[in-house]
């Protein structure tokens, strides 16, 4: 396997041939900065609601989501989006006490936002199994945003979940055969401030 430091130096100096020695902030639809919204709203089909209570979170983002708790009203609420101007939104929600979210009322109005409107969907899969992946792929989900953690005690410890890391791994399997692109995220610091994992969860990445 080639060497992690290695890739780094690679990627950066590829990076600063094709954009130079810049870094691009993004601004993200559910935050307000400067008096003004990000362009990529974030909807939550269980509302506020979250079992799992991470201790970095706490339901804090979802609070700032658009609220979309039933079918009827994901869709009206994506068609309101678009005729806003918006190209696309994310569609997340709290998680149930394994660690997934309720993809399965969801996934026929997912596709009936795909069908009815212009827009790029993005999802924040959580833990998903194999035959759900491939259900939201085949509802037209353009992509899946995934935290990636690299130490089963930093995962069970801040995310109160029973189960250690190969639940991510297994979830990552099953977006990679669904062919959703993946979008992973790391959290640096997730444990309280201390880098516990992080590079490991870039090892993880690199499989994927």
């Known amino acids: ?35 003004c919204w990000g362009e990529y709203p974030a909807i939550s089909i269980t509302g506020s ?13 979802l609070e700032s989501m658009i609220s979309a708790t039933t079918p009827d009203e994901l869709i009206r609420k994506c068609k309101k989006i678009e005729e806003m101007g918006n190209t696309g939104c ?6 149930r006490s394994d660690g997934t979210i309720p993809w399965e009322d969801f996934i026929p109005a997912i596709k009936s936002v ?12 959580a833990i ?8 939201l792929k085949d509802a037209g989900v353009d ?11 930093t995962f069970k410890k801040i995310y109160h979940v029973n189960f250690g890391i190969e639940a991510i791994e297994r979830s990552l399997d099953a977006l990679k ?13 997730l444990n309280h401030g201390q880098i516990r994992g992080e590079y490991k969860a870039i090892e993880i990445i690199k499989r994927y």
């Open 1 to 35: 396997m080639t060497d992690l430091n290695e890739l780094i130096t690679k990627s950066r100096k590829i990076s600063w041939q094709k954009f130079g020695k810049n870094i691009t902030f993004y601004h993200p639809g559910m935050f307000k900065y400067n008096g």
């Open 49 to 61: 609601h979250c079992e799992l209570q991470c201790d970095h979170c706490q339901s804090k983002i």
């Open 90 to 95: 994310l569609i997340s929600g709290g998680s």
């Open 114 to 125: 795909k069908k009815t409107t212009n827009l790029f969907i993005s999802i924040h899969s």
């Open 128 to 135: 998903i199994d194999h035959k759900t992946a491939k259900q």
């Open 143 to 153: 992509q899946a945003l995934i935290d990636v953690i690299g130490d089963d005690e």
């Open 177 to 189: 055969n669904a062919e959703i692109s993946i979008i992973p995220h790391i959290v640096v610091g």
